[in-house]
């Protein structure tokens, strides 16, 4: 692949990515975007919880039902997540992007802020770039981000 090739993919997973945080952001009283969601997956792409639980894996519908209950019936307002550090890796038509992003908000009327890792598996498709899964997991006790994810405040103490 030459390097405009590699450029145009990778600009082209930003945008993916971009719209998958955008779509949980109800800050200032919007609606969280979940609609969204099909437009950037794979019709049967898969989405991973861990966070301290046992892994479920679940399908689109599985994962944005709660997801819209929470983020547009009024229990968690405020909520955003920005990507803080990423490193995507293309081959063909497969891709890999491990990112560090911070989320915050207010649920049950508590503010809170954590960060976390996701791990985004895409796959080329003639209608462009389609994430096939996302698996994430978010500091807690005993678990913290790892120092290689370029953030100065990671790498406090890593799980490993």
């Not at 991973?48 to 009024?74: I, Q, Y």
């Not at 990112?99 to 802020?113: A, M």
């Not at 895409?122 to 994430?136: A, D, H, N, R």
């Amino acid at each position: 692949m030459d390097e405009s090739t590699i450029d145009a993919d990778k600009t082209a997973i930003d945008r993916v990515v971009s719209c998958l945080f955008a779509c949980f952001d109800n800050k200032g009283g919007k609606i969280a975007n979940l609609g969204g969601l099909p437009d950037i997956f794979m019709p049967d792409g898969v989405v991973v919880k861990t966070c301290g639980e046992p892994p479920a894996a679940l399908n689109l519908a599985e994962f944005v039902a709660p997801r819209d209950a929470l983020l547009n019936g009024g229990d968690l307002v405020d909520f955003s997540e920005q990507e803080l550090w990423e490193k995507t890796d293309v081959f063909g038509s497969v891709a890999h992007r491990l990112c560090l992003y911070r989320k915050s908000g207010v649920l049950s009327g508590k503010p809170f802020e954590t960060q976390g890792m996701k791990s985004i598996q895409l796959v080329k498709t003639e209608s462009g770039w389609k994430i096939s899964s996302l698996i994430w997991d978010d500091e807690r006790p005993g678990i913290s981000v790892p120092a290689f994810s370029g953030d100065p405040a990671a790498g406090k103490k890593s799980a490993g």
